[in-house]
């Protein structure tokens, strides 16, 4: 069964601090993992990796997928106020499966 | 095209009441997916249907769920006998074939079960 930790579950920072979200995972046949931010409702895509050692970025926000040991972060500089959010990974097999998504990392930043 | 769209936004019922959640895709979706996110957890999956047909079915989808998709436009998802621990956000989300970065996700129906 297809399995996605993330970790920290929550986080606290300050304004301006750059943060790492962690994501591991167990797939049988990878294909592509993902990222999502979801503030009070629906999660909104970010990124989706399927090649290692190839960042992806947008703005502040990047992210990089390692195959070899089976994880990925999600980097954010300079945090603001309005990056608080659920930040949730999840990953894609071959064929037909959907998404199967980890339980997100929290954010909390503060001024 | 206003993306996904899920009616009603939030919705109480006494336990043991039966609940219908409705989701709108994107027009040109041909798939439509079903979660349940419950606080501190990421979103679950429920079903998925392509077209009208529904191809997957979790194990968290219990006989008293059912979900339905009858013209391959809007879908339905049915609770019967609702209990405490149905309580969640239902979140639908829609893709043109099975392309993982194209899910476009509603913003859920919030369920109090009471």
């Known amino acids: 069964e297809d399995k996605v930790v993330q970790s920290p579950l929550s986080l606290v920072v300050h304004e301006g601090d750059t943060v790492t979200l962690n994501c591991s995972y167990e797939?049988?046949?990878?294909?592509?993992l993902l990222w999502y931010k979801q503030e009070k409702k629906a999660p909104t895509f970010l990124f989706m990796l399927t090649s290692s050692g190839i960042e992806k970025k947008s703005g502040r926000l990047s992210s990089i997928l390692d195959k070899k040991e089976l994880f990925s972060i999600l980097n954010i500089t300079a945090t603001q106020t309005g990056d608080s959010a659920i930040y949730l990974c999840a990953v894609h097999d071959s064929g037909n499966t959907p998404l199967v998504f980890g339980k997100g990392t929290r954010l909390s930043v503060i001024a | 095209d206003t993306g996904v769209s899920q009616n009603p936004r939030h919705k109480i019922t006494k336990r043991g009441q039966n609940v219908t959640f409705r989701c709108d895709p994107i027009?040109?979706?041909?798939?439509l997916y079903w979660y349940r996110q419950t606080l501190g957890q990421g979103p679950e999956f429920l079903t998925y249907?392509?077209?009208?047909?529904?191809?997957?079915k979790s194990r968290l989808l219990s006989d008293r769920f059912s979900a339905e998709r009858p013209k391959g436009s809007f879908s339905t998802l049915e609770i019967q006998r609702t209990e405490q621990g149905d309580s969640a956000m239902y979140l639908c989300?829609?893709?043109?074939?099975?392309?993982?970065?194209?899910?476009?996700f509603g913003s859920g129906t919030r369920l109090t079960v009471v």
């Open positions: 989300a829609s893709s043109l074939g099975s392309s993982a970065g194209g899910y476009t």
């Open positions: 249907f392509q077209n009208e047909a529904q191809l997957e």
């Open positions: 797939v049988t046949n990878f294909r592509s």
């Open positions: 027009s040109e979706h041909n798939r």
